[in-house]
T-cell receptor
Framework: KAGVTQTPRYLIKTRGQQVTLSCSPISGHRSVSWYQQTPGQGLQFLFEYFSETQRNKGNFPGRFSGRQFSNSRSEMNVSTLELGDSALYLC????????????FGPGTRLTVL | AQSVTQLDSQVPVFEEAPVELRCNYSSSVSVYLFWYVQYPNQGLQLLLKYLSGSTLVESINGFEAEFNKSQTSFHLRKPSVHISDTAEYFCAVSTKTRDDKIIFGKGTRLHILP
């Protein structure tokens, strides 16, 4: 089975712009979670989608949003980018509940200038 | 809510020496515990997990971790490290509830010295 894929792998944006990141989970997996990874804060949970419904949400401002499609692919969007949004964004998929085991993609490195 | 503490942000160790990476968690309910590894410029990979049963769990590359409920710990150990073990290691916890999520520690960077 192919692993979790994320596109694009690298992205450079300027402050105030918006960005959309994409994640394709492992075939058959219904749960997709998103994380932000930075050197100072480590891995922070953004949200989890299961069967197109948001099941859990972390403590991020409303500029961060996501959705999941019927084929389980997921996108996350960040509007009005700030310098502090520069990070590695990781997507993880699970066959069922995210709390049991997750399989991670390689991440999208976002740089905000 | 649960939380995870990795006391050491960096651990230097000589090649072929033993290593222990410490992880403590806090939760009022039963937990699942995980160790993930992140090699440079890659995503996270599951190293080992404790879901239930034997409190000692092992990975295929020589790491092991022991779930200690009384000390709320899940320390990762390897008797002899190799240069290829250089990576960042993340301890994670989730509770055995339907809608819970995995919470990660801040990570421990393992430096293997020649």
């Amino acid at each position: 089975k192919a692993g979790v894929t994320q596109t694009p792998r690298y992205l450079i944006k300027t402050r105030g712009q918006q960005v959309t990141l994409s994640c394709s989970p492992i075939s058959g997996h219904r749960s997709v979670s998103w994380y932000q990874q930075t050197p100072g804060q480590g891995l922070q949970f953004l949200f989890e989608y299961f069967s197109e419904t948001q099941r859990n949400k972390g403590n991020f401002p409303g500029r961060f949003s996501g959705r999941q499609f019927s084929n389980s692919r997921s996108e996350m969007n960040v509007s009005t980018l700030e310098l502090g949004d520069s990070a590695l964004y990781l997507c993880a998929s699970s066959p069922g509940l995210a709390g049991v085991q997750q399989f991670f993609g390689p991440g999208t490195r976002l740089t905000v200038l | 809510a649960q939380s995870v503490t990795q006391l050491d942000s960096q651990v230097p160790v000589f090649e072929e020496a033993p290593v222990e990476l410490r992880c403590n968690y806090s939760s009022s309910v039963s937990v699942y515990l995980f160790w993930y590894v992140q090699y440079p410029n890659q995503g996270l990979q599951l190293l080992l997990k404790y879901l239930s049963g034997s409190t000692l769990v092992e990975s295929i590359n020589g790491f092991e971790a022991e779930f200690n409920k009384s000390q709320t710990s899940f320390h990762l150990r390897k008797p002899s490290v190799h240069i290829s073990d250089t990576a960042e290691y993340f301890c994670a916890v989730s509770t055995k509830t339907r809608d819970d999520k995995i919470i990660f520690g801040k990570g421990t960077r393992l430096h293997i010295l020649p």
